[in-house]
C-alpha cells in the first residue's frame, strides 16, 4: 500500500465516521466478510470500564502513580492495590536502561494506561469488586507512539497486569447495536452489573488535526428509555 493509498483510505475512514458511509472491507480487516462486500467502520471492541482513569510512568529510574492527571487524588485503597500489581524491578526488567555508542544513557518514558475500579469508585464500584479495588490497562505510550494491541497485551503479560475485556472486531453500527441491546459486565463480580458501553478503536489509526487519536465511545446510558 502506497503512501497515497494510506491517505486516501485516512480521509474515507474520517468522512466515514461523519456520514456512514461504507468502507471496502477487504482494505479494513481480511478476517470479515459481508454479502456486498462492504462494512461500515470496521474497530477492536472493548469493555468501558465505569471506574477512574489512572497510570503508571516509568522512565527506567522511577515509578510514578497518577490519576486522571498529575495532580488528582487518588483514593488510598486504589493507591495500595497499584502499588502492589507492579514495582520498579517488573519494569526494569522489561523497559531497561539503554545507552547509546558513546555510552551516553537514551532517555524514554513509558506511560501505562487503565482503569482504576471497584468499591469506592463511582455508585457501581461495589458491583464490580465488594471489597477492593483493582485496575485494567486500556493503552501504552513509549515515548510519543501509542503501541498496538498485539504489543499491550504482550507487555502486560510480562508485567503480570489485567486488561479490559476484548469483544474482537465489530463494525460501528454492530457495536451501537450491541450496546443498544444492554450487555453484562464480564468482570464484574455482580454478573447482573450492566455494562458501561464499549469502546470501538478503528483497525487503522488515525488522528484528528490535533493529532489525537479518534476513537468511538457508546454509552449504554444513552439508550435508556
Not at 468522512?15 to 479494513?28: D, R
Request: proline share 3%; glycine share 10%; aromatic share 10%.
Amino acid at each position: 500500500m502506497t503512501g497515497c493509498d494510506i491517505l486516501a483510505l485516512i480521509i474515507l475512514i474520517v468522512v466515514g465516521l461523519f456520514v456512514g458511509i461504507g468502507l471496502p472491507c477487504a482494505i479494513i480487516s481480511e478476517k470479515r466478510e459481508f454479502n456486498n462486500g462492504i462494512c461500515p467502520i470496521c474497530g477492536k471492541a472493548f469493555e468501558k470500564v465505569d471506574g477512574t482513569n489512572m497510570s503508571y510512568y516509568w522512565d527506567g529510574h522511577n515509578m510514578q502513580i497518577h490519576g486522571k492527571s498529575e495532580n488528582a487524588s487518588i483514593s488510598s485503597r486504589l493507591l495500595t492495590v497499584m502499588e502492589g500489581l507492579l514495582n520498579e524491578d517488573k519494569l526494569r526488567e522489561v523497559f531497561p536502561i539503554k545507552y547509546d555508542e558513546n555510552g551516553n544513557e537514551v532517555p524514554f518514558m513509558v506511560r501505562i494506561y487503565g482503569e482504576g475500579y471497584g468499591v469506592g469508585i463511582q455508585k457501581c464500584g461495589g458491583s464490580y469488586i465488594q471489597k477492593n479495588n483493582h485496575f485494567r490497562v486500556f493503552d501504552i505510550k513509549i515515548n510519543d507512539f501509542w503501541l498496538e494491541w498485539d504489543n499491550v497485551l504482550d507487555i502486560c503479560s510480562k508485567l503480570g497486569l489485567d486488561v479490559v475485556y476484548d469483544y474482537g472486531e465489530m463494525t460501528l453500527a454492530e457495536a451501537e447495536e450491541f450496546v443498544k441491546n444492554g450487555f453484562f459486565s464480564p468482570i464484574a463480580e455482580n454478573k447482573e452489573l450492566k455494562a458501561e458501553g464499549l469502546v470501538l478503536r478503528p483497525l487503522v489509526q488515525f488522528t484528528n488535526r490535533m493529532g489525537e487519536r479518534v476513537m468511538v465511545k457508546i454509552k449504554t446510558c444513552d439508550y435508556k428509555k
